[in-house]
């Protein structure tokens, strides 16, 4: 007989976050970094691992989408499910009665997403290569034969996403071998959370640009005159040539966006990260053409591939930030990588979290070597926490990321941490919650 | 000691409504028409009534969303909770760590709307009033106060809103002695399932037309032969005076959407619903401008304010199509109705399924009697189904519905179909599901 799914396995994994305000921004002032974590186990007794990022409650609901779809995962062959994820994609997310939850957003999506990521790690484990590299040796008819294009054939069509994957296969040995030597740029936020102090941001700060950064972020938006005061400690504490970003996670309407922005402009920042509702095509198109050359950047909390796509055709962003765990798994951010690549658009993917460095990178890495050609202008973001409790942690080294070198997607988090950190069970969690509840209204 | 919601109880209900086709079209081809159905009880004994539709598989996943929002509900004090929705509304939208499942979409957006509009059921019955009655007593001022503006402003302000609030003072009581003796304009989904046969489809069109109906919608998109076939059979069976609409609930990609409603123009087709992707705002403003005269619908996927908002900004809809149950409740769909007042769009609500035509009948004669002030070119959508299980069922004569007379929301489904359909232990479901699964993939 041959080699079956035969469990889906979902675990509420929290970490007590809040507790040190890491993470905390404009709209999540108290964060306790968690996943719906997805354990696909095989009759041959292989295991694919996948996560969905949450930031504390709810992450019940998140697992309960997850086993909603298990069934669908569960009996199929190994064999089926690894040589065309697609397939699956498609039967997740077109569920014709769990679609109405969504359609291709949320919940429901990010679980499709937990579990298609899961089968891409199982895929690469199987085939003994980082993600990256799974992903970098297929041809460019099989990377389109992974996307849908059902909605996106109005900006990209599979033979222009052919013609795009064809143009970039000249270079692809010689910047495989630059991605191994020099690894790929990343930035950092680990200076500037909200909740910290002054000292602690220009202390953090400097210390970001002795390990290599050139570009770190600050989150902004929680009270404009600490925003200026903030913004120039950072500015002192790292000189004129270091890019300074700065992201508002989405507290601002358009207009006040446009008007709070002006007033930080004499920092030069490099780019306004989600000034406003991520849903806000137009409104993002608005405050980039205001703001300019201030950059839009925004992604995180884009939920498909069909926002990106609008993103994009309505010149709304300069930068893309893809998510791993946002959409539903590799085979919509291959599209979004796709979408950028037609466009023009450079890709910073948004990490951070817990797992979300470590999934994310791969698909930079896939993107430099066999479809964008280019790191110029592009980093993945970098926090550096919780990646102790991973089996395969990203390594940083001068500022960037060293490709991943183990088989898989590098979402494994140790047995340990998860016993530790399962919610609320876990002996992290004895006390009961940290906090009883915060929100942004 | 005062009043207080003392628990939130949420029920999987679940009508097997797949078993005769009912509700079938191009993306649901079997749905099960369900809810995630939520009763507030307070210390006095009081009940508020609300739900989540949804169409079978993943209720279980809406209602523990539901359960995960309702403790920001129980224990707080019912004057309070009436006299002001909007801050409750605010507080399960903004819940710091929930709100990363959507934000402002999807299962957890949902689960707030379910209970928001339970405390307006509440609100409506403490005041002895229909729902609709409730809302169009209130002051422009109070209307205003009950509605988020933050992701709205470059579209309305809170001074545009109460200017048109105010223009409709003048006639308000004139439209409401007109509302209650001539009710509001209907149009019927009946006759144009996909799972009917031609016999049928005419035999309904014919109904429908002898009924009192001046608009009638057909299902399309599952087969090009087979819509210009239907839409021939009724076409002849209504003549040429009868607006037929067409719904293609999203099954189509922006190329595709124009090129098969071209070969269905010589119907005359009075609007096409859905096109294509409901995220896909630059997506309908493409097909509306390809397609023009016939009409671009849509709505009951557009998962926010904020989403309306650009619709309308782009120039993409010529009828805006409210769901009382995708938005966060009562609050949300007020600041779309305002939304679509402001550019001038009339709205015809989306109906059907469990219990959307009892709710939703309530937003637009509010929208009648205190806003827009027009039923020109405004119907509900109404659907023969179900309706027997509510304890205030919508009343339909002559293809209008009758103004609800009941205090409440008209939310409340009957105790004994509670009973019969509660999922998966309730004797309707004795013999297991009805499909196994299906998907539009």
């Not at 429901?108 to 799974?134: E, S, T």
């Amino acid at each position: 007989m041959s080699e079956r799914i035969s469990s889906v396995e979902t675990i509420d994994v929290r970490f007590p976050t809040s507790r040190h305000r890491d993470g905390s921004d404009a709209m999540n002032p108290f964060p306790d970094y968690s996943a719906a974590y997805v354990i696909l186990r095989t009759s041959a007794g292989a295991e694919g691992h996948g996560l969905v990022f949450t930031v504390g409650r709810g992450t019940d609901i998140q697992v309960a989408a997850v086993q909603a779809l298990a069934p669908m995962v569960i009996g199929q062959s190994v064999d089926d499910l690894v040589a065309d994820p697609a397939a699956l994609a498609r039967r997740l997310v077109g569920d014709s009665q769990i679609r109405w939850l969504g359609p291709e957003k949320g919940v429901v999506h990010m679980a499709a997403g937990g579990l298609v990521n899961a089968v891409w790690d199982l895929a690469a484990r199987r085939a003994g290569k980082p993600l990256w590299k799974l992903l970098a040796d297929l041809t460019p008819e099989q990377v389109v034969a992974q996307v849908d294009f059902r909605y996106l054939r109005d900006a990209l069509t599979e033979d222009e996403a052919l013609a795009l994957l064809r143009a970039a296969e000249g270079g692809r040995a010689e910047r495989e071998r630059q991605l191994r030597a020099e690894g790929y740029p990343a930035y950092t936020t680990t200076p500037g959370w909200l909740g910290y102090d002054d000292e602690k941001l220009a202390r953090l700060c400097r210390e970001a640009v002795e390990a290599g950064y050139e570009l770190i972020k600050l989150k902004v938006g929680g009270n404009l005159a600490d925003d200026v005061r903030r913004l120039g400690i950072a500015r002192q504490a790292v000189g004129p040539d270091i890019r300074l970003a700065v992201d508002a996670n989405q507290i601002w309407g358009v207009p006040e966006a446009i008007s709070w922005m002006r007033e930080l402009a004499a920092f030069d920042p490099y780019w306004i990260e989600e000034p406003t509702s991520p849903d806000d095509v137009l409104g993002h198109a608005a405050v980039r053409k205001a703001l300019a050359p201030v950059k839009v950047a925004t992604g995180e909390h884009v939920h498909n591939a069909v926002m990106f796509k609008q993103l994009l055709q309505a010149d709304a962003v300069d930068v893309v930030q893809i998510d791993a765990c946002r959409v539903a798994g590799v085979n919509e951010n291959l599209a979004i990588l796709l979408l950028a690549a037609k466009f023009g658009v450079p890709v910073c993917p948004h990490a951070g979290g817990v797992g979300l460095c470590e999934l994310v990178q791969h698909l930079a890495m896939f993107d430099f070597v066999a479809l964008s050609g280019s790191i110029e202008d592009r980093a993945i973001e970098y926090v550096d926490h919780l990646h102790e409790h991973f089996t395969d942690p990203v390594r940083i080294s001068g500022g960037r990321y060293l490709a991943p070198t183990a088989a898989g997607m590098s979402a494994e988090i140790r047995s340990a941490s998860l016993t530790e950190y399962r919610y609320p069970d876990g002996p992290a969690w004895s006390d009961g919650p940290v906090m009883a509840g915060s929100s942004t209204a």
